[in-house]
């Protein structure tokens, strides 16, 4: 960012060209960093930037399909920099960028990456992305956390893991994603409804987990970083190598990895029993890249072995009841010795990923991308053991396969450019037996299935002067056929087929009132088909303790998401203010079961398990999103976020259940050192009591609201980064809404945190 100046009529201008074809590049975005100072080149490739303050800038330059540039120029009045632009086969979610850029969707995109990321590692991707405005988390334990986008989680939230739609078990409340996030280079999330560029299911929004380029030398290079935890005594490392080989320019590899290891967590006054966990996660990338085309070849696998809180199945309803009632857990499941050993209860997950992504460019028609996929997804989800016996082992093994064809048209009429494009998918899920075989002789949570999908698409954007315009359509179809026995116990099937369809649509505008405040409206509709365990489950889900009720009868969600945002830059002060409102017809959810008031349980051979009903009704999602950052001096530096999410049923005119409460956080950060090195930050967590819940809705009244105190302090020298920090410093005593676990035990106490990072 640049230092005060009384000068404020500096000019900077330059072109845009290929470096190898010396062809001026138009559209290509040209923006000062720290500012709201941004132009599209023109047909010749000309960029032109006014009435800029004297002072050191970073210059970027990017557009799809090409490296980015970042450039450092010192402004006294008029300044030329010319720009080349190295063609690059970037990841397909690049195609989404960041808000400062004006080619980029009109919907908010808000990214984790340098600092900000490093200080999340060796959390889950949930935890993770908390760092995020408007984003939290749905908790099972301290070990298990998917994310929540505006209040909406799972089948609302897709996930593209390196490019491809991640598919595993994410209907479950307690099933997180399978994702290693030190794959990542940055994690970003595009908030609202984005059924247009990424088919069914992104009604609250999409996840970008978006790994670095392949290196383009042969030279080798790479990074270890090991993360310790005090709490549940967690260690973690994880290694990156890449590099290419020499000889074969363009040809490039990588090679990740990650282990991690915890034992029993502690809340802020007693252990939790089987609370471990343990993981063993890598891939391999190799590609092979020329001027007009390329390949890339990616496989990931991810294990892990998570333990669940034995306090939270109970054998009979009392026992249950006297559990939920009771402050803090029985002494049997809060030993007062640490243990690493994980038993039952317990989750095996493993998750293998393959993927293949192709490139095509020719000057006539644009860049054709193919990108092919498929992933094996074996969830075993082990209960306790009853007088013995091994009476409920359930078993998920998803496989799927996912094809997309995509062409990035070249810009027509000067300035119009899109994309059209045709994905499919088709998986199969197994739960019991074989899929058209007879079961075995047990009940199952969810039957086997089928399920194939198809959709096509068109997206096209008009940057103009003051504004720039986006619209989009798509339309896709979705074949459920399911397999299940007769009734229970039988060895009889009934084969159902179940044929949705949906339209998508999208209109954004991006406008800039001044140099310094800007501002998008979006419109776009989503829809999401009722997954297979809403249609017709049936049984105890152990990992979440709860027994879980479908409806067959239930119909396609619609969704209708408005949303306004300002981005407001000058000097030091940057802010950034979304609302958006989310309408969404047939809305499914989970609902616990009352009968005239009185909680409903289940009495199973396993124990007893509160009731809970998948049920449909109109639903509205509206909330803020706010983010302030401001530099008070060159070193001290204030950041603010406030998120807040309001959530009815107005079929009913009855507020939802499981909406994240209101959320405020404060942080000072200080910066040492002649190049702001190092570093010390303390911030402040408030989470307000969710107060909107209707009377007989759960099982259990929301918990009070908590104040959180954490520190971060990090430090770099030479090749090594070192960073500390603490959360909850106080450890204090809370239970946060969110977290499935809040009927029988605390949250996290305090936790110590020391990483090193190595780059070599």
Known sequence: MAQKSENCECVLSGTVKDSETKEPIIGAVVYLKGTNKAVNTDEKGRYILKNICQGNYRLVCQLVGYQSVELVVDLKKEHAEDIALVESDEHLQEVIVSGKKVESFSQVKNTLEGQSLEQSRGQNLGESLKGITGVTSLQTGSSISKPVIHGMHSNRVLILNNGVRQEGQQWGSEHAPEIDPFVAKKLSVVKGAAGVRYGSDAIAGVILVEPDDLPDSSKITGELNTVGFSNGRQGVISGILQGGVTGLKGLSWRVQGTLKKGGNVSTSSYNLANTGVEEQNFSLTTGYKKANWGTEIYFSRF?????????????????????????????????????????????????????????????????????????????????????????????????????ELLLEHKPVFHKLSGMVGLSGMYQENVSSGDIYDKPQLTTTLIPNFQNQTMGVFIIERLPLKKFDLEAGFRFDQRNLNVYRPTQSYSTSITQKQTINRGLSGNLGVNYRFSTALSGKFNAGTAWRAPTVNELYSYGVHHGAAAFEIGDSTLAAEKAYNFS??????????????????????????????????????????????????????????????????????????????YAMVRAKDVRNNL???????????????????????????????????????????????????????????????????????????????????????????????????LRVKWKF
């Open 655 to 753: 507020y939802m259940v499981n909406i994240p409460s209101d959320r405020i956080e404060n942080t000072v950060k200080y910066e040492f050192g002649k190049k702001h090195t190092s570093y010390l930050s303390i911030g402040n967590l408030f989470v307000a009591h969710q107060n909107r819940v209707e009377a007989n809705s759960d099982f259990v009244a929301p918990p009070a609201a908590y104040s959180l105190m954490n520190i971060q302090a990090g430090t770099a020298i030479k090749n090594f980064e070192i960073g500390l920090g603490v959360s909850n410093l106080f450890n204090v005593s809370y239970r946060e809404y969110l977290n499935r676990f809040r009927y029988f035990t605390d949250d996290m106490g305090r936790n110590v945190s």
């Open 303 to 403: 294990s892990n072995l998570i333990g669940i809180f034995l306090g939270s199945h109970i054998g009979n309803k009392e026992d249950l009841e006297d559990a939920i009632a009771r402050s803090r857990p029985l002494e049997i499941y809060t030993p007062s010795e640490f243990s690493y050993t994980i038993d039952r209860p317990y989750q095996d997950i493993t998750h293998n990923l393959l993927k293949s992504k192709s490139f095509l460019k020719s000057d006539n028609f644009g860049k054709l991308n193919l990108t092919l996929s498929r992933q094996f997804d074996r969830r075993y989800e082990y209960d306790v053991l009853r007088a013995g016996k091994n009476v409920n082992t359930l078993r998920f093994l998803l496989e799927t396969y996912t094809g």
């Open 564 to 641: 306004l945002t300002f981005e407001y830059t000058l000097n030091r002060l940057s802010a950034e203010l979304n609302l958006y409102n989310n309408y969404i017809n047939d809305f499914i959810y989970l609902k616990p079961g009352f009968t005239n008031g009185v909680p409903d349980y289940i009495l199973t051979v396993r124990g007893a398990f509160p009731e809970f009903n998948y049920t449909q009704v109109d639903a509205v999602f509206r909330g803020i999103d706010f983010s302030l950052h401001y530099q008070i001096t060159d070193r001290l530096s204030y950041t603010g976020k």
